[in-house]
DNA sequence: GTATTATTCAAACGTTCGTTTGAACCCGGA
DNA sequence: TCCGGGTTCAAACGAACGTTTGAATAATAC
């Protein structure tokens, strides 16, 4: 009894997720079949429906079980630094980091962590509405949150330009998390570099703190170039 | 004789490549069926094969049609701004307009170029390997030739980070033409403000610009928040 | 007007898809 | 020992997939 292997609860439900994760990313939601999955994970074809009822229900499990612990410690993040600061106002960098740090800490897990974090970088914008719909559902109070916070700590930037760069800031993040090591579209980045979060952190800060308390854009009439 | 439809040349091709790109954008590649894109354009179930090859020669044809010409007017553009500034170095500003405005002013044709301009947010991070090989190489002699301006604009930047910050904007603007409109994750944003792309490109080239501009990261060693 | 090529058409090809079924199996509590 | 709920299994379901075929039709050349 004192050499044995980690608690076999639900261990059918662990594989299954963990095969839908690398494959989903590997080949998109619709180009994994339930075939080639439960192969994988090396259970019964019939076993996703039994225990998750049907593909869409896995999807739905696979992109909950990271990304609901994911936005807790982004929330809990934030609360911390507040705590810290007093009353006083943040540094837009600290927010920027309680966002983007618990994400890409799961660049550097090879095991499950990266392939949930290029599956979710590419779920923002995945053709289903039914995706695209839970996402922007369980992100719906972080970002309310983060965007108070930004509100508090940018108070020389407009509420409509704020939105707008939150908007971009959150697309900076998911392509970088979605693309940044399968296309390399710009040649020139240290291989080695690419899995390192610490200095992803630091280099998606900096710019996206720049970005963040850019002077306002021309407010309208541009004709001439 | 004197009342006649435009040319039909190649009218089935026309009308084809029009519905796979509304398609296509709308349940993405996997998500079409040869049967719904031909019944929607209007012709037999055959004429994609006999006209194209196969599903795969469609996409592949769906984007060249607006990527070539998209990429060469960026080259002009860029190629223009610089004859205008004679010897002197170009403002990022001017870089980054050279680089978005042409994709930006597809946003507010309601036809079909913001079809595939969402489309093509959306193919940087397709789960197909061949997908986004054709991505890169089409984009591949467009962005070192920006790369290069950029270099040339920004000579405090290190190379580095200059790379890494391309990423960063090319994300910014891919994101934002797949996903502006389709999910809302941060609530705010005037509805009618969408799709101004003088708007858009001036919100986009602030943000960007001052990104581009940012003091360099913190070099390494960082270990307290 | 006839010969030749290009295009369209309805029908079927074989394969793969997600899901369901009902029997077999495992295992702790009476 | 037998029972019963939870789980796994091989097999099959009907539907949808991309592609191919060969005849019918339209367009062009001579």
Same mark, same amino acid.
Do not use: C
């Given at each position: $009894?004192?050499?044995?292997?980690?608690?076999?609860?639900?261990?059918?439900?662990?594989?299954?997720?963990?095969?839908?994760?690398?494959?989903? $990313?590997?080949?998109?939601?619709?180009?994994?079949? $339930?075939?080639?999955?439960?192969?994988?994970?090396?259970?019964?074809?019939?076993?996703?429906?039994?225990?998750?009822?049907?593909?869409?229900?896995?999807?739905?499990?696979?992109?909950?079980?990271?990304?609901?612990? $994911?936005?807790?410690?982004?929330? %809990?993040?934030?609360?911390?630094?507040?705590?810290? %600061?007093?009353?006083?106002?943040? %540094?837009?960098?600290?927010?920027?980091?309680?966002?983007?740090?618990?994400?890409?800490?799961?660049?550097?897990? =090879?095991?499950?962590?990266?392939?949930?974090?290029?599956?979710?970088?590419?779920? @923002?914008?995945?053709?289903?509405?039914?995706?695209?719909?839970?996402?922007?559902?369980? @992100?719906?109070?972080?970002?309310?949150?983060?965007?108070?916070?930004?509100?508090?700590?940018?108070?020389?930037?407009?509420?409509?330009?704020?939105?707008?760069? !939150?908007?971009? !800031?959150?697309?900076?993040?998911?392509?970088?998390?979605?693309?940044?090591?399968?296309?390399?579209?710009?040649?020139?980045?240290?291989?080695?570099?690419? @899995?390192?979060?610490?200095?992803?952190?630091?280099?998606?800060?900096?710019?996206?703190?720049?970005?963040?308390? =850019?002077?306002?854009?021309?407010?309208?009439?541009?004709?001439? %170039?």
């Amino acid at each position: $009894m004192t050499l044995r292997a980690v608690k076999p609860i639900h261990e059918t439900q662990t594989r299954i997720l963990d095969a839908a994760e690398a494959l989903f $990313m590997q080949h998109g939601f619709e180009g994994t079949s $339930m075939r080639s999955l439960t192969t994988r994970a090396g259970v019964n074809l019939a076993a996703v429906n039994y225990h998750f009822g049907s593909k869409d229900a896995l999807i739905e499990a696979v992109l909950r079980r990271r990304l609901d612990p $994911m936005n807790a410690a982004r929330l %809990a993040a934030l609360d911390q630094a507040e705590r810290a %600061a007093g009353g006083n106002a943040l %540094a837009p960098e600290t927010i920027i980091r309680a966002f983007i740090s618990t994400s890409l800490s799961l660049v550097a897990d =090879a095991r499950g962590g990266r392939n949930f974090i290029r599956l979710l970088g590419r779920s @923002y914008t995945d053709p289903s509405r039914a995706i695209r719909a839970l996402i922007g559902q369980l @992100y719906a109070p972080v970002l309310e949150r983060f965007k108070a916070a930004f509100a508090r700590a940018l108070p020389g930037v407009l509420h409509e330009d704020l939105v707008w760069r !939150m908007h971009f !800031m959150f697309g900076t993040l998911s392509y970088t998390l979605a693309a940044t090591d399968t296309v390399q579209l710009i040649a020139g980045a240290k291989p080695e570099d690419r @899995y390192d979060p610490a200095l992803l952190e630091d280099r998606l800060t900096a710019f996206l703190a720049a970005g963040l308390l =850019a002077p306002a854009a021309r407010s309208s009439a541009r004709k001439a %170039a």
